[in-house]
């Protein structure tokens, strides 16, 4: 009774304490870095998708699984039967063959269309050609008069984040309006209205990129070529991910190895409560003897018998028996070998070498007397 009491004193206390702190101590809040999840790590557009989902703008991505190398998620078809009359195109992720005969009708339907070319295509390059465009990057050979042009050409920052790498040269007029965007000299973005629609190139688009859509001009531009054609019917995405399997699933979703450190020494520690002995579960238990040596022995004599080895088994005792006496320097007596030789012949030539082997302070455990 008077240990009950001492335990609700104590759990009075307890309860007393936490409920003064909890109102009268002020909680201070504190910042705490989480690394970006694996998603966002992998999906460089995540940042414009949330962006749509929060202006209540639907999208959806063409193709849902992994890639496999080299494989592209979609083609021009699928652009043409989607319902959306926006489109975001990853050109290393698109199958441009015979794609113009399909795209650019379906621009001049009304279709807004955003290419972003990070990689060289000659499908591709064919369609920009026929639309009067000309893409090329940094190790495309200019010619001398475009060298001209752009070094009349004020070089300066147009306060968008382009990748320099690729820029693009308008060869003809073919569209109905041309609209381009110079950074530092070089077009680095290109929006060609043709019939209802329009199609804008850009090289890699580092401003649609999360960590460069807080900037004002980056996300302007972003809601001006995406965000508002995207209201009337949602925005098709056609990008490479590369979003694969994660063999601990969700455990590294955050990319966190801190958890899985923990997991895997719980584990290493349950294991050895389950199986060592005297550790854990088994500490208590009592620890079993072994069958007698005597019943061991009889064993052996009837594996040798069954085999035709017991002869040759003999032999070995003989040759342990001599090389004890060579160590202990002594001579070895002869022991006579059965002419007739069985299980119990055998236990009769094994017991007689054990007994000249054994010390004569020896217990007599290894001088059993079986047959």
């Known amino acids: 009774m008077r240990g009950r009491t001492a335990i609700i004193i104590v759990l009075l206390i307890i309860v007393i304490v936490g409920a003064f702190c909890y109102t009268r101590l002020e909680i201070v809040p504190t910042t705490r870095w989480v690394d970006p999840s694996r998603r966002a790590r992998d999906d460089v ?3 414009l998708k949330r962006t749509l989902g929060a202006l209540g703008i639907p ?6 699984s992994p890639r496999r190398f080299g494989e592209k998620s979609a083609d021009a078809g699928t652009l043409a039967a989607s319902a959306e009359q926006s489109v975001f195109i990853q050109a290393s992720a698109f199958n441009w063959e015979q794609a113009g005969d399909l795209i650019i009708p379906w621009v001049e ?3 807004a269309l955003f290419i972003a070319v990070d990689t060289a295509d000659w499908d591709l390059e064919q369609m920009l050609k026929s639309l009067g465009v000309e ?6 050979p200019s010619p001398p008069e475009e060298a001209e042009n752009e070094a009349a050409v004020e070089k300066k920052d147009s306060g968008v984040t382009f990748d320099n790498r690729f820029g693009f040269r308008i060869t003809e007029q073919k569209a109905d309006r041309i609209s381009v965007l110079r950074h530092f000299g070089a077009i680095r973005l290109v929006i060609l209205y043709k019939g209802r629609g329009s199609i804008a190139l850009s090289g890699s688009p580092y401003f649609l990129y999360p960590y460069n859509l807080k900037e004002e001009k980056n996300a302007a531009l972003a809601a001006d070529l995406l965000i508002a054609p995207a209201r009337k019917s949602g925005l098709l995405f056609f990008v490479d991910i590369g979003e694969e399997q994660h063999f601990f699933g969700s455990l590294a979703e955050r990319g966190d190895i801190r958890p899985l450190g ?15 002995p005297r550790f854990g ?3 208590a238990l009592p620890q079993l ?11 052996e004599g009837r594996f040798f018998e069954k085999y035709g080895a017991l002869e040759n088994y003999a032999l070995i005792y003989r040759q342990e028996y001599e090389q004890l006496c060579k160590r202990r320097g002594v001579e070895s007596e002869a022991i006579p070998f059965p002419q007739k030789f069985d299980r119990k012949a055998f236990a009769r030539y094994r017991n007689s070498i ?18």
């Open 109 to 111: 339907r009304g279709g």
């Open 281 to 283: 579960r088994y500490k």
């Open 354 to 371: 054990l007994a000249k082997m054994t010390p004569p302070q020896s217990s007599g455990i290894l001088n059993p007397q079986t047959e």
């Open 289 to 299: 003897p072994g069958r007698p040596l005597a019943e061991r022995f009889r064993a």
């Open 59 to 64: 999208w959806r991505e063409a193709v849902k």
């Open 45 to 47: 557009f995540l940042g």
């Open 135 to 140: 893409w090329y990057d940094r190790y495309s």
């Open 262 to 276: 923990v997991s895997l020494l719980l584990l290493i520690i349950l294991g050895f409560w389950m199986t060592l």
